[in-house]
């Protein structure tokens, strides 16, 4: 079953702004990650952040994660129209004999010009 | 850094014949590899564990007598998509967790079944 929801579903900016993404899941987690997904490509790896972080910075990215809260956020400061994708969070759940990724339902970004 | 290389990159197939996507680490070993699928403007659904020299572990609800997974050696794992369907057609998409941690993702297979 689905792990993460994501809000908002589709977010359009004007190249510049700063764009906000939201993740929520269910259970524990070992680890939290965001991807970017270009349009019927593979997947890229942005960030992780781990159960006890609370706040990592990667370039323009800037990720929190709420653990009590049962969720995480994905700021992209000073968009560029190349910014344009689909975000994913992903949270690895330590099952015991094996982690796994589970994916959140992502959010659509269009940076416009 | 680990690559994971997957192919095809896309295949159209007729309905009723069966299709084998290809993923292979190049330069790590993984005894443990993941089949997702995506449908168009959706998530990434995992499918199934692909585990090297024992049985693929499947999700719920995935048919694992359609969906046939290989891993035969610790650089491939292989998914046939047995008696394809048009209902099938989607975005397949495997992963590998490299030594050094994380994950790796294949450039994903787009199969069209018509």
């Known amino acids: 079953s689905q792990q993460g929801e994501e809000d908002p579903q589709a977010l359009s900016i004007q190249e510049g702004e700063n764009a906000t993404m939201n993740c929520s899941y269910k259970?524990?987690?070992?680890?939290l990650q965001w991807y970017r997904q270009n349009s019927g490509r593979g997947l890229v790896h942005l960030i992780l952040i781990r159960s006890n972080e609370r706040e990592k910075h990667s370039g323009r990215l800037r990720v929190t994660l709420d653990t009590s809260k049962k969720s995480s956020s994905l700021l992209i400061t000073a968009s560029r129209a190349a910014d344009t994708a689909s975000y994913f969070c992903?949270?690895?759940?330590?099952?015991?004999?094996?982690?796994?990724?589970?994916f959140g339902t992502g959010t659509r970004l269009q940076v416009t010009l | 850094g680990a690559v994971v290389s997957q192919h095809p990159s896309w295949v159209i197939c007729k309905s009723g014949t069966s299709v084998k996507i290809e993923c292979r680490s190049l330069d790590f070993q993984a005894t443990t590899m993941f089949w997702y699928r995506q449908f168009p403007k959706q998530s990434l659904m995992l499918m199934a564990t692909s585990n090297e020299g024992s049985k693929a572990t499947y999700e719920q609800g995935v048919e694992k007598d359609k969906f046939l997974i290989n891993h035969a050696s610790l650089t491939l794992s292989t998914l046939t998509v047995t008696s394809a369907h048009p209902e099938d057609s989607s975005f397949y998409i495997c992963?590998?967790?490299?030594?050094?941690?994380?994950?790796?993702f294949g450039s994903g297979t787009r199969l069209t079944v018509v």
């Open positions: 992903a949270t690895d759940l330590n099952t015991g004999t094996a982690s796994k990724l589970t």
């Open positions: 259970t524990s987690i070992n680890n």
């Open positions: 992963s590998a967790r490299p030594p050094f941690g994380g994950y790796t």
